[in-house]
């Protein structure tokens, strides 16, 4: 299996860009970039190394370390049929932010705006960074390592819906959330939440 290190992409971006280094990873060839070369980074692999595709941008928050946040990016080449991974830090760690990528590839504008809502990075330049799965006056961010696994207890955000349902939403029915199927020798189908009818059906009515 190639490494970051054995990669004729990965050797030039370390030589040409000034803290730019490899990062080991099990699948595809990674560099480490600073949050200040990411831009330079990412035109390069697009215009020079043909990586025309951003597939995808995960964020990650390593509690405990610092900096806290980063950012990986995902490339794609559909000439050379290869993938390429970028790993940037994010600037700040109470209010932590990144360089947007919108104006080089289009495709980061949802991604983008996902890891904002889940992580509260802040994507600096990108022209339209509002929540896209949570609601706009939600104070928490999901996927960050204090967030409870199994949820909060919070009060649908519309009125009309609360009035109607006379519920809260309420908390992951589990630790770990309620797509996590349980473990144990019964068959997959009857530990994954439809079979345990946790998630919303008709089989139990809605409170």
């Known amino acids: 299996m190639s490494t970051a290190t054995e990669t004729p992409v990965a050797d030039a971006l370390c030589a040409r860009f000034e803290g730019v280094t490899p990062r080991p990873i099990s699948k595809d060839s990674a560099v480490t970039v600073p949050a200040s070369k990411l831009l330079e980074v990412a035109k390069a692999l697009r215009d020079e190394y043909g990586f025309e595709i951003l597939t995808c941008v995960s964020g990650v928050d390593w509690l405990g370390e610092l900096p806290r946040f980063g950012v990986y990016y995902h490339f794609h080449s559909l000439s050379h049929k290869s993938y390429f991974c970028v790993y940037a830090d994010c600037q700040g760690d109470d209010n932590p932010s990144i360089p947007s990528l919108t104006g080089l590839y289009p495709s980061a504008d949802w991604h983008e705006r996902e890891t904002f809502d ?90």
Do not use: C, N
């Open 118 to 207: 889940m992580y509260g990075i802040r994507f600096d330049g990108h022209k339209d960074l509002r929540r896209i799965l949570m609601w706009d006056k939600y104070p928490y961010h999901p996927l960050r390592k204090e967030f409870p696994l199994a949820g909060l207890e919070t009060e649908l955000p519309a009125p009309d819906i609360a009035e109607e349902t006379k519920a809260k939403v309420l908390p992951a029915p589990e630790q770990g959330g309620p797509f996590i199927a349980q473990v144990g020798p019964a068959h997959m189908s009857d530990r994954e939440p439809s079979g345990l009818d946790q998630s919303w059906s008709e089989k139990r009515l809605k409170p």
